[in-house]
């Protein structure tokens, strides 16, 4: 009986997470996160069913219809080539949030693995990534991107690998801060005395501990990416004519801003609503994930 409670004692044992219910629930309660995520579905349903959404071809010139306002024929009017504005802001969804969830994606992934492998091992690996870290901390991250993109050439992979080289130093430095909470705790002390492997209490009993804050950090990542892709795109570098692209069209409408205003009102009120919703949705989930703001939400 006595084995019995020892072994249970020092059993290795994870914080309990917070349940998927118990956070909808919360989200829900909120009305900014509400509207957040609305327009998180819309923004992605229209990069999804662009084809069936969209009135016409992106590329399909209407020479007839050059520079024109709203019409019947052409809801947001059309560009600079006659083509249907309103059909290259939808189908310029696909890049923005192609961009936005594949820069995501791979700098949790990077900066995930290098942030456990800092925080849980210390010594000249830790000191090796976090001078890494402030090496690409200390410039602008725009400019950090441009520079980059520049220098890979244009096109939606390189703006990617360019987001992504800058995007991982945040999610690093995060992951290594909750590694340093948790590495002295009772459950990782007691796997590496039952003999677990490094790399096994690294992901399996260290790991969970940062799935919350890096939900929180995946949001507003995303709001953060589809950003510098926009900002690089209005600056030429990123996906190239005649790929619809809010960047693009944003700059391209910047020439005609005082007859055509449209050209331009259309993807930066698109790209402003994306990147306010992702901030929101980011904000929601943090009062979410962490009991000592879950009350909170109700108050706003």
Known sequence: ???????QEFEPRRKSAVGFKAVMRSLFRQKLSVI???IIVLLFSLAA???LIAPYPPDEPDFYYVLKGPSAKHWLGTDDLGRDLLSRVIYGARISMTVGMACTIFSLMLGTFLGLLAGFRGGLTDQFIMRLVDMIMIFPGLIFVLVLAA???PGMINIIIAITLFGWVGVARLVRGQVFAVRETPYVEAAQAMGASHWRVMFKHVFPNCTAPLIVMAALGLGGAVGMETGAAFLGIGVQPPTPSWGRE????FTYLSTMPLFSIAPGVLITSAILAFVLLGDGLRDALDPRLRGMGRRR
């Open 1 to 7: 009986m006595t084995e019995k409670i020892k072994s």
């Open 36 to 38: 957040a995520m609305t």
């Open 49 to 51: 069913f662009a084809p």
């Open 151 to 153: 220098a890979l050439g």
């Open 250 to 253: 944003l700059r391209t409408g």
